[in-house]
């Protein structure tokens, strides 16, 4: 089952394609998480704190939904990143503009240090099981520039595991 904002397009894609049901939800209304049949062993948040505005109270909102014992498993954007670290040093803006706040795809608002996710989901309640980073990048073929991606893959490759695109995390309830 799959939950949030999505166009029908999507929903209609998720449920043909891979029979997964979309339930409509909006992650920036903590009491907007829908009352299921059966609660989940895992939650999967790949790529979607760094869109959320109230990270704290859809954390928690997640939490107590969650039954005791279940595990949390999410990908998320890190702040220590090479790429971000050059584009602030080009002037350029790191997180996307407020005009995306209500659009379905609300844009990054939030990065998060791997170890400043790591207090947060234990402040939340979980416990963190495993936390780390890893670069999450497409091949150079998917850019619109392929030196460009091929430079951007090549760089994140030989620094060091501190700047890496991505955390992962998997923590489980209490």
């Keep these: 089952i799959g939950l949030g904002k999505s166009p ?3 929903k209609e894609a998720l449920l043909s394609r891979f029979n997964v049901d979309l339930m409509e939800c909006d992650f920036e209304d903590a009491k907007s998480l829908p009352e ?3 609660k989940p062993d895992i939650v999967t948040l790949l790529e979607v704190l760094e869109h959320i505005r109230k990270p704290k109270a859809f954390l ?9 014992g279940a595990r ?10 090479i790429g971000y670290i050059l584009k602030l040093c080009a002037g350029k803006e790191i997180f996307h503009p407020a005009e995306t706040e209500d659009s379905v795809y609300p844009g990054h608002c939030t990065y998060y240090s791997q170890d400043g996710l790591t207090r947060f989901l234990e402040d939340v309640g979980f416990s963190v099981l495993s936390a780390t980073r890893l670069n999450f990048l ?3 073929r998917f850019y619109r520039r392929r ?3 091929s430079a951007k893959n090549m760089l994140s490759s030989i620094v060091s595991s501190k700047y890496a695109s991505h955390l992962e995390i998997l923590c489980q309830k209490r």
């Design 36 to 38: 299921l049949e059966h």
């Design 72 to 81: 949390l498993y999410l990908t998320t954007n890190n702040i220590h990143y």
């Design 60 to 68: 928690k909102a997640v939490h107590e939904w969650m039954p005791s």
């Design 138 to 140: 497409p091949p150079s």
């Design 147 to 149: 030196l460009f991606g």
């Design 8 to 10: 029908a397009w999507f």
